[in-house]
């Protein structure tokens, strides 16, 4: 969870557990503590992004973008899931990279969680 709002115009990482947003990755980036398969991101914000507007959000393993990934666009929407399973190793490095897409609203409060089977 982070009470922040996310740069509407930057990309910005979050980390689990963390109550912080950062344009750095590594600032936020958490170690699994254990081998298994992440899946059913579930993200939600506060405040929709606005018409034509949207945040795409994105797992990162050590740095690099996975395929799971989910948007929430338009001037309704707060929430986004995806399905997608990646596979971690104890020891890689989770984060979530935030990209903003045409200046949307600042979300205000914002939520991830994953799960982590071994």
């Not at 503590?33 to 018409?51: F, Y």
């Not at 903003?100 to 979300?107: C, D, I, Q, R």
């Amino acid at each position: 969870m982070t009470g922040s709002d996310a740069s509407t115009s930057a990309t910005n990482y979050l980390g689990p557990f963390a109550n912080a947003l950062s344009a750095t990755e590594s600032s936020v980036q958490m170690v699994v503590p254990v081998a298994g398969t992440m899946a059913n991101l579930q993200v939600k914000i506060a405040t929709a992004p606005g018409s034509g507007n949207s945040y795409t959000f994105t797992v990162r393993k050590n740095g690099s973008s996975q395929t799971a990934t989910c948007k929430i666009e338009g001037g309704t929407a707060t929430s986004c899931s995806s399905a997608t399973t990646v596979a971690f190793a104890a020891g890689d490095l989770l984060s979530l990279m935030v990209v903003p897409n045409s200046n949307p609203n600042n979300w205000d409060d914002a939520h991830w969680a994953v799960t982590l089977t071994p």
